[in-house]
């Protein structure tokens, strides 16, 4: 480590050159040494006055060597346990946890999300609020401990909760970690296995009521402005020619596959008019009775981060909840500027995430994550506590681990021979949600690796 008089003459040596008009965020970091690198574990004596990243000193050691061979006296291999370099965490299978597992990494992996949460005030949330010294009007804390028995702070609300997961997700050395509390803060049974894709919508819609709690717009807008869209329910008479529009917010697009082949068809229905005609007439206000009309869903605004979720359960009379096992092709680049009347600019989006159920039945099995990393751009396989890179920076889908029932080698279930998709299409018998991100709407965060603005 430079000594103090070295990292002196670093913090400041930008002030020879720029003038004071000129001094930028960079420059201030740079006097104030955030960007200095941390002393590594055991090579101060004390703690280093002129970097303030140095945690020697600081009661770091119950903490700083997080893994060590003590700690793992009952696992035949400890070094299995660790993080591999460069990689990413996995989250440990509770039970029947593995569908919260899932959607969770793939919010980790947004790191607009990520970045607001790290942003989260505690003590702007009810639920934290009273756990924090209290002013003593002066703009000084008070001499009071609000530390929990451990001697570390134990949040209390979902978003604190969320907060540490993702905390722990991005600088764990663990191979895994135990997202319980989280789950125990949202009341869910880790043995009872919830419907995903409403769940889904359940946590979003918490997620953005806890936040709005928030003073920070960034902070506090976080759900509506990567996730929300728009759209219109449009009911026009066809004697007057009036629409009667009805607006209303969504976190996904939910999408009828049965019969389908493709996403695009998939999209096309959800959008097509349906006639109301006979016995099913639309009541005009205007035309003062009742009117043959079309009834459609006419796309209003779409999210930066669109979700696509394909409804392969459904409930059957006979047979109770049920899975549509037929493959479905999608794209990795998706255009819908044709489905907004006035596209406010680029409507194309590019396939992040592919969220897959294993399995023939709708009441068991199993779900994992294909994610894209945003930085690198290369695949990973999320499978609870195994995080697995893809070859290459193609998405691999192993469609015949996706649907055992399926026949092997072909591509919808059938017998028949499959089909070479073409660059860039993929189909899939278990993938319930597509995850896209709109070109141009990736923003640029500190690296993941200085922790100085996280917690």
């Known amino acids: 480590m430079p000594s103090k008089q070295q990292l002196d003459k670093i913090a400041w040596q930008w002030t020879e ?113 009273g756990k924090f010294p209290a002013s003593n009007g002066k703009g000084e804390p008070e001499a009071v401990s609000w ?37 125990t803060c949202l009341g869910l049974s880790t043995t009872q296995q919830q419907d995903a894709q409403e769940f889904s919508k359940l946590l979003m819609c918490l997620l953005e009521k806890h936040f709005s709690s928030q003073k920070q717009p960034s ?9 929300v869209g728009e759209y219109d329910y449009v009911t026009k008479c066809l004697e007057c020619s009036t629409e009667s529009l009805c607006p209303s917010k969504f976190y996904e697009l939910d999408l009828n596959i049965k019969g389908l082949r493709h996403l695009d068809e998939a999209l096309n229905q959800f959008l097509r008019e349906e006639k109301l005609e006979g016995s099913n007439q639309y009541s005009c206000r205007v035309c003062g009775g009742k009117r043959n009309a ?23 009379r006979q047979a109770g909840c049920r899975k549509i096992n037929t493959a479905l092709q999608f794209t990795e680049t998706l255009d819908l500027s044709s489905h907004l009347r006035q596209p406010p600019g680029s409507m194309v989006y590019t396939l992040m995430a592919v969220l897959i159920h ?13 994610i894209k990393d945003r930085t690198s751009g290369s695949w990973y396989l999320f499978n609870d506590d195994g995080v697995c890179k893809m070859r290459g920076r193609q998405l ?33 018998t278990g993938a319930y949600m597509l995850v896209y991100q709109r070109h141009g709407h990736a923003q640029s965060f500190p690296a993941d690796q200085d922790p100085f603005w996280v917690l």
Request: hydrophobic fraction near 30%.
């Open 396 to 428: 691999q889908l192993n469609t015949d681990e996706e649907n055992p029932m399926r026949p092997q080698g072909t591509s919808s279930g059938d017998a028949s021979e499959p089909k070479r998709l073409a660059k860039g299409t993929h189909d899939s």
């Open 294 to 316: 079309v009834r459609c869903i006419r796309l209003r605004r779409l999210p930066p981060v669109l979700s696509l979720q394909l409804l392969r359960f459904g409930f059957d």
């Open 219 to 227: 902070v506090c807008n976080i759900v509506q402005e990567q996730y």
């Open 17 to 129: 050159t720029v003038d004071p008009a000129d001094v930028k965020q960079e420059h201030i970091e740079a006097a104030y040494r955030v960007r200095c690198g941390s002393c590594e574990a055991n090579t101060c004596r004390r703690n280093c006055s002129g970097n303030p990243r140095c945690l020697s000193g600081l009661g770091e050691r119950s903490w700083l060597q997080e893994i060590k061979d003590s700690a793992w006296h009952d696992v035949d291999d400890p070094n299995a346990e660790r993080r591999a370099e460069g990689g990413f965490v996995g989250l440990k299978n509770l039970g029947a946890t593995c569908y919260l597992n899932s959607f969770l990494q793939v919010l980790y992996h947004n790191p607009a999300f990520r970045h607001s949460l790290y942003m989260w005030d505690p003590e702007e949330d009810p639920q934290e609020r």
């Open 358 to 370: 294993r399995g023939s039945s709708a009441n068991s099995g199993h779900y994992v994550a294909h």
């Open 147 to 183: 530390a929990g028995s451990c001697g570390v702070y134990s949040p209390s609300s979902i978003i604190g909760h969320l907060q540490l997961l993702f905390a722990q997700l991005q600088f764990s050395k663990r191979r895994y970690i135990d997202p319980e509390p989280f789950i």
